[in-house]
């Protein structure tokens, strides 16, 4: 198989306007008037139009709230935050991974901006962190990826796949990456949602779900944009479009249904208010929904409305109303700064 090769910065004896996402020719210069993919305009300006900081989202009523939680919930948000750190790291990495190797400029601008919003993700997990609790317990929590052994199992084959494009970039490997992509903005990231929203609607930590629905907001729209660039490529690169690969994706996402409904049972099985079979039935809606996105068949007949009822006020109006819970009552939302110390370190 082809190994792709890494992208020159500028090549002008190449077109402007590309000939394929991946092995094709482009000179680097980006006229976003004159696309291979014009609806690509649009992904990147609803990305662009979520833009947000960390340290905008005042946290005054969570410090207050943390020591207040039940130790179960204390356990869990710690437990959460770590797992959200471990799939948002690598995200901000993947993103700039496809960016060396497409031969779109506008999928190279698409996924630096992703790249910048996963970086934000990141560093607001170390923002709530250091409000609420201690700088060892802020240690512990980004130690889990390599140290809980459910998170390490649940993590396993996005490791493998995300380690295999790095080391062996060809448009298979590339192509896989992609689908864990989507996994991840669309799957992976919501059994934590749902634990904070599950606190907001008890009027607890408020300050935090604010931050995770922007955090939620920008996943939704990531996910929509690396399936659209999935389709894209795929139907650039027909004999990858095989059964073969089909049944690989449902095979990944049953794995990863599996997964998430394993580690929800394991994170959230003492918290009061969020119903484990619910929660399952959530994470196999969210399956179907990705599936849909990436052009393929639902695999959860009996989940094709969210079973999970009371999230739908925080998450389901994003995609067309542009408002969301938090906005609509305008709670916790205020720019401030050099809150809690955090911008002096
Ligand atoms: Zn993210
Ligand atoms: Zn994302």
């Known amino acids: 198989m082809a190994t792709l090769t890494r992208v020159k910065v500028l090549n002008p004896a190449n077109p402007n306007k590309s000939t394929a996402i991946f092995g094709g020719k482009a000179s680097g210069i980006l006229n976003w008037n004159d696309l291979s993919h014009p609806h690509f305009y649009t992904i990147r300006q609803r990305i662009r139009s979520l833009f947000w900081t960390a340290n905008e989202v005042d946290m005054t009523q969570d410090v207050k709230q943390f020591p207040n939680l039940s130790k179960a919930e204390q356990e869990a948000f710690l437990k959460i935050i770590g797992l959200l750190a471990t799939l948002d790291g690598p995200q901000t990495v993947i993103a700039m991974k496809i960016v060396d190797f497409t031969t779109d400029p506008s999928v190279k601008s698409i996924m630096a901006t992703i790249a910048d919003q996963e970086s934000e993700h990141n560093h607001s997990y170390a923002y709530v962190l250091s409000s609420v609790t201690t700088l060892d317990k802020q240690m512990d929590s980004f130690e889990m990826g390599r140290s809980d052994e459910v998170l390490m199992k649940r993590n396993e084959r996005i490791v493998d796949i995300y380690n295999e494009f790095a080391e062996n970039p060809t448009v298979e490997t590339v192509l896989k990456a992609m689908v864990y992509t989507t996994l991840l903005e669309g799957l992976f990231f919501y059994s934590g949602f749902a634990f904070f929203y599950n606190l907001a609607r008890h009027q607890k930590m408020v300050g935090t779900s604010t931050m995770i629905s922007y955090i939620n907001r920008d996943e939704l729209q990531h996910g929509k944009a690396i399936s659209d660039i999935f389709r894209a490529a795929l139907a650039e690169n027909p004999k990858y ?23 929800s049972r394991y994170v959230l099985g003492e918290i009061v208010g969020i119903d484990l079979e619910e929660m399952a039935g959530y994470v196999k809606y969210r399956a179907n929904k990705m599936l ?34 938090f906005e609509q009552t305008s709670r916790q939302y205020v720019k ?6 955090f911008d002096d370190l």
């Open 241 to 263: 479009n095989t059964e073969e690969f089909t049944d690989w994706i449902y095979d990944q996402f049953r794995h990863s249904v599996e997964q998430e409904i394993i580690w």
């Open 292 to 325: 849909r996105m990436l052009g393929l068949s639902e695999i959860y007949p009996e989940f094709t409305d969210n079973p999970m009822k009371w999230i739908r006020a925080y998450v389901d109006n994003f995609d067309d109303t542009k408002t969301d819970f």
């Open 336 to 341: 401030t700064s050099n809150l809690n110390g």
